[in-house]
């Protein structure tokens, strides 16, 4: 589980998130990470696990694991960073590790697009 400092709840907050972050890929994931207008006390970190992903089971599968594999890397995570993860299809069948691979090279994809449009 996010600690509940860390969750994002509000809609505003993914789409500021979303529309307004830069985003980095993968097979199984995409990553939207922003500079929150008000920041808090650390990063805040929402979920994003549709339908698409399969049953309610295979869905809350796939929210779990991500849980735990941000929850690992809230310390690496700027304290003003505001981050969407969103599942696509194929993480319900990555093996673990390779889905928290995916993660690191996402977050790292966008906090370099978000420091080269900072600079611009």
Avoid: C, W
Avoid at 30 to 35: E, F, M, Y
Avoid at 93 to 103: E, F, H, Q, V
């Amino acid at each position: 589980m996010l600690p509940a400092a860390h969750r994002m709840r509000r809609p505003a907050e993914f789409e500021q998130a979303v529309r307004r972050g830069a985003r980095g890929g993968r097979d199984s994931l995409v990553v939207h990470l922003a500079t929150r207008t008000d920041p808090g006390p650390g990063p805040v970190v929402g979920l994003v696990v549709s339908k698409s992903i399969g049953n309610a089971v295979t869905r809350n599968k796939v929210k779990r694991r991500l849980r735990a594999l941000v929850r690992g890397r809230l310390d690496s995570m700027p304290a003003d960073a505001g981050v969407v993860v969103r599942a696509l299809a194929p993480s319900a069948t990555r093996p673990y590790a390779d889905l928290g691979a995916d993660l690191d090279a996402a977050l790292e994809t966008a906090a370099r697009r978000a420091r080269r449009s900072a600079r611009a």
